[in-house]
């Protein structure tokens, strides 16, 4: 089973940072999820990747195969952004249709 | 399109009852997943379906059934309702562009 791990757990910031979030795996993957959910619960996918970067808006996501290593990078941070971050992975083998383990998610707090 | 739907959002059960837990989705997504969310622990699945008549069991599978007669539709069964299965549960459908999560049911089990 892939072990995936998710660094920082909690995290506090200032508007206007930069915020870095990032996730490693133990084998290797098809594809890497980038999810936010916010308090209330609902869960939106915002990134989905198995190489390289990519960019929408002020989120950027990259990923590391050789490393089993992906970041995730947001930029200007405002009050908003303030959700929990999970990373989810896709493996080779094992559990489920699509494969996902996900990890335990960081929560980003953004102060005015 | 209104993409994953669930309902109820909101359910209180005693011990031992049963109730089901609906899902659909519109997008015509072959893969649809039932998560289960509790404190300090990751999404963990629970059921899951490669397509209309095949279901199989994901990492937390007792206590919960399945059944897919139809590409939109995944229902959750709880058999006898337990308070270990006190949680927030996640539907989930994946296509091309990623996974696409229902809003959740949180269910108190007492």
């Known amino acids: 089973k892939n072990e995936v791990e998710q660094s920082p757990q909690n995290l506090t910031a200032q508007e206007g940072e930069f915020i870095t979030i990032n996730c490693s795996y133990s084998?290797?993957?098809?594809?890497l999820h980038w999810l936010q959910q916010h308090p209330g619960g609902g869960i939106v996918s915002l990134f989905m990747?198995?190489?390289g970067k990519k960019k929408h808006g002020r989120l950027i996501a990259t990923i590391n195969i050789q490393e089993k290593h992906s970041s995730l990078h947001i930029t200007a941070s405002h009050p908003r952004d303030s959700a929990v971050y999970i990373c989810?992975?896709?493996?080779?083998?094992?559990?489920?249709?699509?494969?996902?383990?996900f990890g335990k998610g960081t929560h980003l707090i953004i102060q005015p | 399109n209104a993409g994953v739907t669930q309902t109820p959002k909101f359910q209180v059960l005693k011990t031992g009852q049963s109730m089901t837990l609906q899902c659909a989705q519109d997008?015509?997504?072959?893969?649809m997943s039932w998560y289960r969310q509790d404190p300090g622990m990751g999404l963990r699945l629970i059921h899951y379906s490669v397509g209309a008549g095949i279901t199989d069991q994901g990492e937390v599978p007792n206590g919960y059934n399945v059944s897919r007669s139809t590409t939109e539709d995944f229902p959750l069964r709880l058999l006898s309702a337990a308070p270990s299965q006190t949680s927030v549960y996640f539907c989930?459908?994946?296509?091309?562009?990623?996974?696409?999560f229902g809003p959740g049911t949180r269910l108190t089990v007492t």
């Open positions: 084998v290797g993957i098809s594809a």
């Open positions: 989930a459908s994946s296509g091309g562009f990623g996974q696409y």
């Open positions: 997008m015509n997504h072959e893969y």
């Open positions: 990747l198995s190489s």
């Open positions: 989810a992975v896709r493996s080779y083998s094992g559990g489920g249709a699509d494969g996902l383990t």
